[in-house]
């Protein structure tokens, strides 16, 4: 399969995962009313819900793509599950990486509180 081919279909795969997302938040709930309501409670966070769906979407194509390059996606189906799981995947490989807060140095080092790194 070639890269143009896994990459559409990482697409097509990451906008149904993304589909079934949106329709599930803009069901209709007792707190609504009963009534289908956007996912955003304010007109004004309407574009950054539009660009997290938008950016999801580029991540599953970009995943799939990776994987029909690298010879992991040799099929249609397996291109579109790498789109659908995109988003679980790459939150599991942030989920390795370790964050360590830099420990904050309130001696002030050097006169008017500069450090001098350069010693």
Request: glycine share 12%; hydrophobic share 55%.
């Given at each position: 399969m070639s890269l143009w081919m896994a990459a559409?279909?990482?697409l097509v795969g990451s906008a149904v995962a993304e589909a079934?997302?949106?329709s599930g938040m803009m069901r209709p709930t007792t707190e609504s009313g009963g009534r289908w309501?956007?996912?955003?409670?304010?007109?004004?966070?309407?574009?950054?819900v539009?660009?997290?769906?938008?950016?999801?979407?580029?991540?599953?194509?970009?995943l799939a793509a990776a994987?029909?390059?690298?010879?992991?996606?040799?099929t249609a189906f397996?291109?579109?599950?790498?789109?659908?799981?995109?988003?679980?995947?790459?939150?599991?490989?942030?989920?390795?990486?370790?964050v360590t807060e830099q420990p904050s140095d309130d001696t002030g080092g050097g006169p008017n509180g500069e450090h001098d790194d350069a010693a």
């Open positions: 559409m279909w990482g079934l997302n949106l309501q956007w996912p955003w409670r304010d007109r004004r966070d309407a574009p950054i539009v660009f997290a769906v938008l950016l999801r979407t580029v991540a599953g194509t970009g994987a029909g390059a690298g010879g992991l996606a040799t397996a291109s579109f599950t790498f789109g659908v799981a995109a988003p679980l995947v790459i939150a599991k490989m942030f989920d390795q990486v370790r």
